[in-house]
Nanobody, 110 residues
Framework: VQFVESGGGLVQPGGSLTLSCATS????????VKWIRQSMGKRLEWVTT???????TYADSVKGRFTISRDTDKNMVYLQMTNLKAEDTAMYYC?????RGQGTQVTVSS
C-alpha cells in the first residue's frame, strides 16, 4: 500500500491550491481515503475522507472551502483548497487507516 502526495507550496491568504495523492496497492474503488494534516507542534488533524461509495465528509474547519475528489481510473485522490487561511499551514498527508504517505507542505503566508 502506497500513497504519494504532491502539489504543496507557498500561497497567500485567500489563495487556492490543489493537492494530489497517487495511490497503489489496494482496491481503490472500495477503500476510504482521507486527508489529514499536522501543523508544527500540534497533533494530527483529520481534514476529509472520501469513502468507497463516493460519500465525502469534512472537518468543520474546512467545510465549504476544501473539496476532496478522486479519479477511479487513475487511482488518484485530490484535495482542492480555496480561501486558504494561515491556520491551514501544515504538512498534508493522504492515507487510509494508519497508513499514510510522506506528506506535502502547505504554507499560507503573505
Amino acid at each position: 500500500v502506497q500513497f504519494v502526495e504532491s502539489g504543496g507550496g507557498l500561497v497567500q491568504p485567500g489563495g487556492s491550491l490543489t493537492l494530489s495523492c497517487a495511490t497503489s496497492g489496494f482496491t481503490f474503488n472500495t477503500t476510504a481515503v482521507k486527508w489529514i494534516r499536522q501543523s508544527m507542534g500540534k497533533r494530527l488533524e483529520w481534514v476529509t475522507t472520501v469513502y468507497g461509495d463516493g460519500t465525502r465528509t469534512y472537518a468543520d474547519s474546512v467545510k465549504g472551502r476544501f473539496t476532496i475528489s478522486r479519479d477511479t481510473d487513475k487511482n488518484m485522490v485530490y484535495l482542492q483548497m480555496t480561501n486558504l487561511k494561515a491556520e491551514d499551514t501544515a504538512m498534508y498527508y493522504c492515507g487510509t487507516g494508519q497508513i499514510r504517505g510522506q506528506g506535502t507542505q502547505v504554507t499560507v503566508s503573505s
